[in-house]
């Protein structure tokens, strides 16, 4: 098997010494701009299953996440991720990209056998998740099912690296769009005056913020209750698909903790994939995209009080164990739908 250290070494790293000695592995050390031609070399015939270490003194965070893309992409090859210095904040976001193993400071410091090896390529094996199965090239064409509706245009593009600083004004880009509003009812907005009602406004919409800023969300159009967050489409939905199921969980909890009512929040909440053109919030209202238009439609139209629904795109790519969370509805707009179950 062929291990390929992708990092500025000079020499094997003491947690690869004891795999070095083994006829078992090839192990090659090679400078982070040298990896992807070293990948292409064919040691075998056929070609043994590879394995690659990146390192995080060689590749930034936003780097990781582009080779991982990259490497994900090719057949026999898994990640792992070399962080001899503790410098990966949150080391589970990695298994989120398709990182198959994650060696810190501690681990490290000692020999790794070979059974970890072993056992890092049963679990690349058994993780069939789609992280990415829209094509993630830079000319990509294509959203994740076939029909129609859901086609891309060649004009939109990712959105490089998740990074919004490098979004321009005017072009069109892949994003996860998640509609949330509260349930306010028509007899509570009678009887709550104008304070009472915009401190629950200011107060839903910093909630909103601050439980999507972990994960690159970010508010784009609002209106006195809810509105639309986009995701930058890099990794998938499904961060966004955790972090909406975590919403509805957490409802009673966030009821007392973070508004202080003296009444229960409800909200509903839509989530699909899809294009628009970007424009910066407040700049938004010359936009005119069949995805904002259906998302709308979703959360105001379709979605019923408390509940959470996604598209089946959205639901295609989400991990397994949340899957089980979801039921399949009915059809909206010409798209299928799923519906979460309710917690008791």
Partial sequence: MRIIIAGNFKKIPQAFSSLNNSRLYDI?????????????KEA??????????????AFCTAEIKKECRFLLKKDGVSIGILDTKNKIEDPASLFHMGVSDYLGKKICSEPVQGKRIKQLLEFSKKDSTPTSPIPINEDQTKAPTGKSEDQISPRAQLVPDGDW????????????????????TTDWKKKAGPTHLK????????????AVNPINGKIW????????????????????????????VNRAMASCEKFHFKTSISYRIGLHIGETVYQEKGNTGTIISDTVNFIFHLGQKFARPGNLYITKPVYELTYKGLKDLFLEDSDFEGRKIYRMREIL
């Fill in 221 to 248: 159009m609002w209106n006195e209750y809810g509105g639309l967050v986009l995701f930058p489409y890099v990794d998938g939905p499904c961060a966004m698909v955790l972090e909406s199921t975590k919403l509805m």
């Fill in 165 to 184: 600083s490098k979004l321009k004004k005017g072009s069109s880009y892949i994003f996860c769009f998640m509609f949330i509003e509260l349930d306010l």
């Fill in 44 to 57: 075998e015939s056929p070609p043994s299953p590879v394995l690659v270490y990146l390192e995080t003194e």
């Fill in 28 to 40: 090659e050390l090679v400078q982070p701009e040298e990896y992807r031609a070293a990948l292409k």
């Fill in 199 to 210: 401190k629950v406004k200011t107060a839903f919409q910093n909630y909103v913020q601050n």
